[in-house]
């Protein structure tokens, strides 16, 4: 992606992608999430789905009409039913048996409150396991082009050095490299070097990127970032405007209001639509919009990482980039 040079609130129309691309997905913590609901009748309606950032990403991609091949893990009953869930969604994925079973998420959302009534863990990878995912990836990049570093929000899977080694490996074969980690994975990722990384506010502070939530500390924080390794930066901050930034250029990214439904999953659509922007050529500028669309839009329905291209691309071509 490459910044404009103008500081315009519009440019140029965004409407969505027009070429269908292919976009790897590192997604090592697939989820198993079995929630019940409350029907229009008052009967209970049970709906599973597979979860986890990196599948949210990935459906993401596909809503915006390019083709997501989620690198994931699977093993145990649970695996056999994700598996199942994520072919019949159509992605391209590639599959790393496991000796243990996915996690597997319960909540009942009948009520006003979620309550979880069991979250088991995710499984710890051994040494095979990683092997054979890391090879999945590789594979999966040469193929697209474009990777999005995800899926690890939940639990320490995998070593540190792992995200290290696979930006070198496809920096070093012209692989642009979208993170969306924090913590220690993100600066071992950031010493190899990344095209963009992506946080919430929360994971920069939390990551001591940034002192406080003032714009003028979040706007340091970012370049601290930069300087670290990341040609450009987008950070979310929930319902104030986006702060990003390109080698030329700082903006903040303003949207049109809609109403917040379910406000989890903005973060990962936004990290779809950049790798879909950088997939398809889109300017940092047009990435930006087309993100900023794709949060708006997901957190005002039911459903992580959903929504629809033609209303994206109407919210992206409203959504105002201001110079900061």
Known sequence: MHASDDTDSHGAPVAGPDTAADIAIFAPALLLNIELH?????????HLHAGGQGYW????????????????????????????????????????????????????????????????EIPVLDRHEVDELYSSIIGASLRAGVCVVAGTQLAPILSDDVFGRLVRDLRANDVTVIVDVCGEPLKVALEAGVDVVKLSLDELLADGWAASDDVADVRAGISTLREAGARAVVVS???????????????????????????????????????????????????????????????????????????????????ELHDC
């Open 57 to 120: 990403v990935a459906r993401m991609v596909q809503a915006l009409g390019c083709r997501p091949h989620p690198c994931v893990c699977v093993g145990g009953e649970s695996g056999v039913a994700l598996r199942a869930l994520i072919e019949a969604d159509g992605f391209d994925a590639w599959f790393t048996s496991t000796s243990r079973s996915n996690a597997v998420h319960v909540h009942d959302r009948r009520g006003d409150e979620i309550v979880s009534v069991i979250e088991t």
């Open 237 to 319: 901050r929930a319902d104030q405007p986006t702060i990003a930034a390109s080698p030329d250029r700082m903006v903040e990214v303003r949207t049109p209001s809609l109403e917040v439904l379910d406000g989890r999953g903005g973060g990962d659509s936004m990290t779809a639509a950049l790798a879909v922007g950088a997939a398809t050529g889109l300017d940092f500028d047009g990435s930006l919009r087309l993100a900023a669309g794709a949060a708006v839009l997901n957190i005002s329905r039911h459903g992580l990482g959903t929504g629809r291209l033609d209303a994206i691309a109407e919210i992206a071509e409203r959504v």
């Open 38 to 46: 409350r029907s229009v009748d008052e009967s209970t309606e049970v």
